[in-house]
């Protein structure tokens, strides 16, 4: 056991003092535009036009960590950023991103914090830094396989310590960081209690966190802690009111969806089948069955698999269906006019990655404002 322990203590020690070393040499290419490498023709409408332009006159600058579609991008550019560096490992989410912003993000974050001081300032820092290594069924998974977990998970548990990295070098006056609720009690609070004292006492900055469900804002329940940060230490800061009531299902389905959305008789009776042999053992496994009246469960990146967790009752005498990716889209917070160039397997992963558009375009009013004071 005591074994177990000198090595976590070991591997965070190792973490942190990554914010002391020098920087390796710098590859001049690491912030130029990451491409796809399959061939690829964006899509900017029939216009030509990029869907999500940012402001003419912007009040403000951001930039968009571990980037995804760009769901932190979204809220940001609403409240009147500009977005002046974005970075993603992911070539598909380039895709979706390079579509809808018109501009491809850096790739891997760790080649750019190679060398921080080339990333352009910025008054906001934004990041949905990599939610496995900490979420309950990550944890869960990882553990099963004997996999290391939370900060010893070397490909992105320790994706943290890159965003400190940069917060050291630029010392941008706020910052805005995304994960799941179980980080703050992950290895016995220890996980959190490393990130809030290197934010605070190594990097001086007063921070704020609160977990938040997205439900009052989109039908769906995703709780997610969100972290807010200060360079000065005399700002108070206070979370935006969420309504108690938010809108339901039915709000965002669409009419007329294709058959290849409906269950095929096989999978659903599996899913039946699995659903009765976990209730007979006493487990919670099972679908999540709704009709237009509820709220979903967490959309998650899996939801490409069999969509078990979200399945849109069709009445009497008719297997359920998925959502399709445009009803994901709206379960997430984007717009309607959001551009969705990759397949139904990559978009499901994407929106299931993502942060609630409309949750961060509140907290990010909220920010502007308090920088504002």
């Given at each position: 056991m005591r074994k177990k322990e000198n090595k976590k203590v070991k591997a965070v020690a190792k973490n942190k003092k990554a914010l002391t070393n020098k920087p390796a040499k710098y590859k001049k290419s690491v912030l130029k535009p990451a491409k796809a490498k399959e061939p690829y023709q964006p899509h900017f409408g029939e216009s030509g036009e990029i869907p999500f332009p940012g402001p003419k006159n912007p009040n403000f600058k951001f930039i968009d960590l571990f980037a995804g579609i760009g769901g932190f991008r979204m809220g940001f550019q609403n409240a009147g950023g500009e977005c002046v560096f974005s970075s993603d490992w992911d070539k598909y989410s380039r895709i979706t991103y390079e579509a809808n912003y018109g501009e491809i993000p850096a790739g891997d974050i760790r080649e750019v914090t190679k060398k921080p001081g080339q990333i352009p300032d910025h008054d906001i820092l934004c990041a949905g830094f990599p939610c496995q290594p900490f979420s309950i069924a990550g944890v869960s998974k990882k553990i099963s396989l004997g996999r290391k977990h939370g900060f010893e998970d070397e490909r992105q548990g320790n994706l943290f310590f890159e965003i400190a990295k940069i917060l050291k070098e630029k010392k941008p006056k706020a910052f805005l960081l995304e994960n799941v609720k179980n980080l703050k009690?992950?290895?016995?609070?220890?996980?959190?209690?490393?990130?809030?004292?290197?934010?605070?006492?190594?990097?001086?900055?007063?921070?704020?966190?609160?977990?938040?469900?997205?439900?009052?804002?989109?039908?769906?329940?995703?709780?997610?802690?969100?972290?807010?940060?200060?360079?000065?230490?005399?700002?108070?800061?206070?979370?935006?009111?969420?309504?108690?009531?938010?809108?339901?299902?039915?709000?965002?389905?669409?009419?007329?969806?294709?058959?290849?959305?409906?269950?095929?008789?096989?999978?659903?009776?599996?899913l039946q089948a699995y659903a009765r042999k976990h209730a007979e053992a006493g487990n919670g496994f099972g679908f999540g069955l709704v009709k237009a009246t509820d709220v979903t469960r967490t959309l998650s990146a899996r939801y490409y698999k069999d969509g078990s967790e979200i399945l849109i009752s069709q009445g009497p005498g008719r297997n359920p269906r998925r959502l399709t990716p445009t009803e994901c889209a709206a379960l997430m917070g984007y717009p309607s006019n959001f551009t969705i160039p990759v397949s139904d397997t990559q978009a499901y992963r994407q929106f299931g990655n993502s942060v609630v558009a409309k949750v961060v375009e509140k907290l990010a009013a909220a920010i502007v404002a308090t920088l504002n004071r």
């Open positions: 009690g992950h290895d016995k609070g220890r996980t959190f209690e490393i990130i809030y004292n290197t934010l605070t006492e190594e990097l001086g900055y007063k921070v704020f966190y609160k977990i938040i469900d997205a439900q009052s804002v989109v039908p769906q329940h995703r709780e997610r802690i969100y972290i807010v940060g200060f360079k000065d230490p005399a700002t108070e800061f206070e979370f935006p009111e969420f309504p108690k009531e938010g809108p339901k299902l039915g709000t965002i389905l669409e009419k007329n969806v294709p058959a290849k959305y409906t269950l095929t008789d096989n999978l659903w009776r599996y």
